[in-house]
């Protein structure tokens, strides 16, 4: 069974920083794609940043920029740091591990709990 465990968030002045941690129970180097989404209440989940076992990461438009999503192997964890941070910016934040297949009915996505990101303006 896989487990993904988040950490680091708070309550933080908008124009601060904060770094979230997501450590993975297996090698984060078995999911093709690791990332980070958010979900405010009322609002849908939303992808926030996305990095990929074969190379690069992707950005919503609205944290391009503020946002830095990195992974350490030797640690099994997957971060995001974030910068100039906005009231907009608060969220539960979650972690996603995929991975994927040639058929993409047998697509597996893993969840970890979630951390709150509070910021206040």
């Known amino acids: 069974q896989v487990h993904l465990v988040e950490s680091g968030g708070g309550l933080v002045q908008a124009g601060g920083s904060l770094r979230l941690s997501c450590v993975a129970s297996?090698?984060?180097?078995?999911?093709?794609?690791m990332a980070w989404f958010r979900q405010a209440p009322g609002n849908q989940r939303e992808l926030v940043a996305s990095?990929?076992?074969?190379?690069?990461?992707n950005y919503a438009d609205s944290v391009r920029g503020r946002f830095t999503i990195s992974r350490d192997t030797t640690k099994n964890t997957v971060y995001l740091q974030m910068d100039s941070l906005r009231p907009e910016d608060t969220a539960v934040y979650y972690c996603?591990?995929?991975?994927?297949?040639?058929?993409?009915?047998?697509?597996?996505?893993?969840w970890g709990q979630g951390t709150q990101v509070t910021v206040a303006s």
């Open positions: 297996h090698s984060i180097s078995s999911f093709d794609a």
């Open positions: 996603n591990g995929k991975t994927t297949a040639l058929n993409p009915k047998y697509d597996r996505n893993y």
């Open positions: 990095i990929y076992t074969i190379g690069g990461s």
